[in-house]
């Protein structure tokens, strides 16, 4: 640690391994979520430490100059954030323009709200929710940038007020900060629901009303600016209470060895935290949802954690931080985590180009280094230029060149103009794509879309309430006749039918695998009831209202799995349900790089051994020998693999 005047916060380089270590866990997070899967909590370590380091350095302006200059402060946060957040969204704007054309238009919002730091909410309002694993969003991780800009555009005015209280009343204000945090941990907790997630209409309790309007609660209590500021209250109360300055005089500045201690159960707690936790939205039996543990505590518990490490870090005699993390890779990297921040995800998706796709660990230390490599330029040449004053420098030359023109000079200004003319092509070109873009799906939401008016919602578009209707027939009970609309293709137009009283003969039922099948099971004489993100679960509801109202026919068909993992129980009743139809066939799922395709499917296979009725369709097997069947998702079905996956189908029931 280098020396420190009084009021003075010097630099601690143990604090930027802090820093790399936070930034290390979100890039492994985001580049295999089975890797770590609770690396995403870095993001919680980056704001207490934001929260400790922008309150102490108010504090330390205000001690050595008796007042906290706003101006001064926004300044420095403007140039040491801006410049590299616009170069990010210039080279996400110039790239999607040439090679994601079709994402320009969605793209358009993402760029006008991370500009003004308002990606957080502007993702809470529309709902496109940060845990959509098919989805090329190149700006996702900028809503906690969001956050952090909004917390230093007010936090200057919250100190301004707090050191008027003078030095004797600033403790109180750290108790009221401790509070806030402990308050704001106390209303996620109340605010969240457990269970799994579904539409407003299926799981209303999942939603909350923002500004009168629907939004997830998920959503809006992970990405939420008030929500997610537990972290960075500690870190201000921290600061309050424990200033690096004073350390040295005061007698808990010669207790290193117990500041080890410390340091030793912060760290370790947020190490098992990141290996314990199983990522935000916790996929089960039932559908997706939360992960209570998350919600109900857990981010207040990293953040306990992280004020025991950040506390150690800046202890003058506490050694383990110092060598742990203030080593010279570690410092490096710390330095540059804004920077591996801000370039790395955008690598990451224009590689795989959707969210929730792993990488490889080959394909990871490769795109790990091209960000290492961009955050080098960056900081080199864009960030610490503008930081150190050397851009200001450059600025005032020019201006002196201008005002002492000369044949030399106008030969540099001419060339300087002409690079910069050519430079903009790009840029502008870019900006006006996007701006005259239409909002378009991309392939795969697109081909979901088209395939929608294929489908029977056998729960939803019966005539039954949510309970089965009976009738009294002869002293006895009997489900009352119940009309389910079908859509049929004729002649490439699809039009809807009724099924009074008939039997399904081929009943299948599927998540967004087989919605982006159904008009071709249609066609071939399915009746298909697909829907995204259903879980495995959700068919023994639909087996068991059919089997209420006798409409199970001879056949059918279950291709679930895609989106969460399944049990052994679940497998059971449904067959329970389907014990007299004459052929059930499952179908394995294809989902590369998620736990649970391994876990799913070899339930799946393990039915035909205990019911004599089962038929498994080894589509993961099948779906990795052609691969040019699916997007490049590797999981959903292009317009010939869904023809070739319903031939498939109908050809193992024995309806080709």
Not at 345 to 371: C, D, H, I, N
Request: glycine share 8%; with cysteine.
């Amino acid at each position: 640690m280098s020396e420190k005047r009084p009021g003075l916060l010097g630099y601690v380089p143990a604090l930027d391994g802090v820093r790399a270590l936070a930034v290390i866990a979100v890039i492994v997070y985001h580049a295999n979520k089975k890797w770590l899967g609770g690396g995403f909590l870095g993001v919680e370590v980056f704001f207490v430490i934001s929260g400790f380091l922008i309150t102490s350095l108010l504090i330390a302006e205000h001690e050595q100059h008796g007042s906290i200059s706003l101006k001064k402060f926004w300044l420095r946060r403007a140039r040491r954030l801006l410049p590299a957040l616009w170069v990010l969204l210039v080279g996400v704007a110039v790239y999607c323009s040439l090679f994601e054309r079709d994402a320009l238009g969605a793209l358009r919002g993402d760029i006008i709200a991370a500009f003004f730091y308002g990606f957080n909410w502007f993702q809470i309002w529309v709902g496109t929710s940060y845990f959509t694993a098919f989805d090329f969003v190149p700006l996702r991780h900028l809503w906690s940038l969001a956050v952090e800009e909004q917390f230093y555009f007010i936090w200057p005015l919250v100190m301004y007020g707090a050191v008027r209280l003078g030095r004797r009343r600033l403790p109180l204000a750290g108790l009221l900060f401790a509070s806030t945090a402990v308050i704001i941990a106390l209303f996620t907790a109340f605010t969240y629901r457990s269970g799994a997630v579904g539409t407003i209409a299926e799981t209303p309790d999942k939603y909350m009303a923002f500004l009168g309007h629907p939004v997830s609660r998920i959503d809006f209590l992970f990405l939420g600016t008030f929500t997610r500021s537990s972290g960075l209250f500690l870190g201000a109360a921290l600061a309050i209470f424990w200033r690096p300055w004073r350390l040295d005089t005061s007698p808990i500045g010669s207790r290193g060895q117990l500041m080890d201690a410390v340091f030793l159960a912060g760290l370790g707690t947020l190490a098992i935290a990141a290996v314990v936790f199983r990522d935000v939205v916790e996929l089960s039996d039932a559908g997706s949802g939360g992960y209570d543990l998350l919600f109900r505590g857990g981010f207040f518990l990293v953040g306990i954690a992280s004020l025991a490490v950040i506390a150690a870090a800046v202890h003058p005699t506490a050694a383990m931080p110092r060598h742990l993390l203030g080593n010279r890779v570690m410092v490096y990297l710390g330095q540059r985590s804004y920077g591996l921040y801000l370039y790395h995800w955008p690598v990451f998706q224009m590689y795989r180009r959707f969210a929730g796709k792993g990488l490889t660990p080959y394909e990871f230390v490769l795109l790990a280094l091209l960000s290492l490599a961009l955050t080098e330029l960056s900081y080199r040449y864009i960030e610490m230029p503008i930081r150190d004053g050397r851009f200001a420098a450059w600025r005032e030359r020019l201006r002196d060149e201008r005002l002492t023109p000369s044949a030399q000079t106008l030969n540099a200004r001419r060339r300087r103009a002409g690079f910069v003319a050519t430079g903009a092509v790009l840029p502008m070109f870019a900006f006006v794509s996007i701006a005259t873009a239409d909002v378009k799906l991309n392939d795969i939401s697109q081909s979901l879309a088209d395939s929608e008016s294929a489908v029977v919602d056998v729960l939803g578009g019966s005539t039954r309430d949510s309970a089965v209707p009976t009738t009294l027939v002869s002293g006895t009970e009997e489900p009352a006749t119940t009309t389910l609309v079908e859509p049929v293709i004729i002649g490439g137009v699809t039009q809807t039918t009724t099924l009074d009283g008939q039997l399904i003969d081929v009943l299948a039922i599927g998540d967004s695998v087989m919605l982006g099948a159904a008009r071709e099971l249609s066609a071939r004489g399915a009746t298909v009831d697909a829907m995204k993100n259903r879980s495995v679960r959700q068919a023994l509801e639909i087996v068991n209202y059919l089997k209420s109202v006798k409409r199970l026919g001879s056949i059918v068909v279950i291709h679930l799995g895609t989106n969460s993992t399944t049990s052994t129980e679940t497998l059971d009743e449904i067959m329970a349900s389907l014990a007299d139809t004459p052929l059930v066939l499952f179908l394995t799922v294809h989902v590369p790089s998620e736990p649970r395709q391994s876990i799913n499917n070899r339930l799946i296979n393990a039915l035909p051994q205990r019911y004599g009725n089962v038929k498994v369709l080894d589509w993961f097997s099948i779906a990795g020998q052609y691969p040019e069947y699916l997007y490049s998702d590797k999981t959903h079905l292009r317009p010939a693999g869904a023809r070739f996956y319903a031939d498939l189908i109908m050809q193992s029931v024995g309806r080709l």
